[in-house]
């Protein structure tokens, strides 16, 4: 069984994301193409007619590209400006085929069979062990589990997230939140171990790399796409928080043009 610090349970899910849904929807980097083109491949060729879900879903960045490629999805998530935020971006883009449901990763037994379930980014979050075991309940036989990761485990991370954490450190302390009040629990196991003592233990990763060129105020915007810097956590500090922000980036680099080439990845697992 997992060590007792890789037992994530947060008593509110729906807050930990809270004040984030519309500057996630402009400045969050979309899943690489390749990588949502392959789950979308494997869900159309699994043989199998029912929805996929889409956990933990956000605005339903993964779910409108599934959807858009013909499948039905259940979007599922605990934070209700998210998925207000999803409703708008499919009814603007046309998708008509994804059931959005507020729930988090607790109360799967409520939901229906899929053929699937991707989790972007919003794994850690979850009681991982413990949401495996659920899914086994409602993932058809033949079905998947798909994990999409921005930041590939062990690959560099951006040359500036060095100057922002200098920044992060004295406003947000060196153990960062998972919204409001709320500590993050660290986590000691990586994804690919616990899904490989899941159900779903046949596993293979992917990664690709991908490029990220940001202006000044872009790279600004992603800060309050995080559950640990959202205008929630910040409060009244928001202000000189930005300000200090915008002067060790625009010292680090002049040119407001912040580029970087990093590494996805995407986990998936499957009953041997």
């Keep these: 069984?997992?060590?007792?610090?890789?037992?994530?349970?947060?008593?509110?899910?729906?807050?930990?994301?809270?004040?984030?849904?519309?500057h996630y929807v402009r400045y969050r980097h979309v899943h690489p193409r390749v990588l949502l083109d392959y789950i979308a491949d494997l869900a159309l060729g699994c043989?199998?007619?029912?929805?996929?879900?889409?956990?933990?879903?956000?605005?339903?960045?993964?779910?409108?590209?599934?959807?858009?490629?013909?499948?039905?999805?259940?979007?599922?998530d605990p934070n209700a400006e998210m998925l207000a935020a999803g409703i708008r971006l499919a009814?603007?883009?046309?998708?008509?085929?994804?059931?959005?449901?507020?729930?988090?990763?607790?109360?799967?037994?409520?939901?229906?069979?899929?053929?699937?379930?991707?989790?972007?980014?919003?794994?850690?979050?979850?009681?991982?062990?413990?949401?495996?075991?659920?899914?086994?309940?409602?993932?058809?036989?033949?079905?998947?589990?798909?994990?999409?990761?921005?930041?590939?485990?062990?690959?560099?991370?951006p040359w500036w997230e060095t100057v922002l954490d200098r920044v992060r450190d004295r406003y947000l302390g060196a153990h960062r939140h998972a919204g409001a009040g709320v500590l993050f629990q660290y986590l000691i196991e990586d994804h690919e171990a616990v899904l490989r003592r899941s159900a779903f233990a046949q596993v293979r990763a992917l990664r690709t790399d991908y490029r990220l060129d940001l202006t000044l105020d872009e790279l600004i915007g992603v800060q309050y796409t995080y559950a640990f810097s959202s205008r929630a956590v910040l409060g009244e500090r928001r202000e000189s928080y930005e300000q200090e922000l915008r002067a060790a980036l625009s010292a680090a680099e002049p040119s407001g043009r912040f580029a970087a080439t990093l590494q996805a990845q995407l986990i998936i697992g499957e009953r041997p």
């Design 47 to 76: 043989g199998d007619t029912r929805p996929v879900m889409d956990l933990g879903c956000g605005p339903g960045s993964i779910a409108l590209h599934l959807a858009e490629r013909g499948i039905d999805v259940v979007a599922v």
């Design 1 to 22: 069984m997992a060590a007792q610090a890789d037992r994530v349970r947060y008593r509110e899910p729906g807050a930990i994301f809270a004040t984030t849904a519309a």
């Design 91 to 157: 009814m603007e883009r046309g998708a008509t085929s994804i059931l959005w449901c507020a729930a988090d990763s607790t109360r799967l037994a409520d939901l229906p069979p899929v053929r699937g379930v991707t989790i972007g980014d919003a794994f850690h979050y979850m009681d991982r062990d413990q949401t495996l075991a659920d899914l086994d309940s409602i993932v058809e036989p033949g079905g998947f589990v798909a994990l999409v990761v921005s930041h590939a485990i062990g690959t560099p991370k």
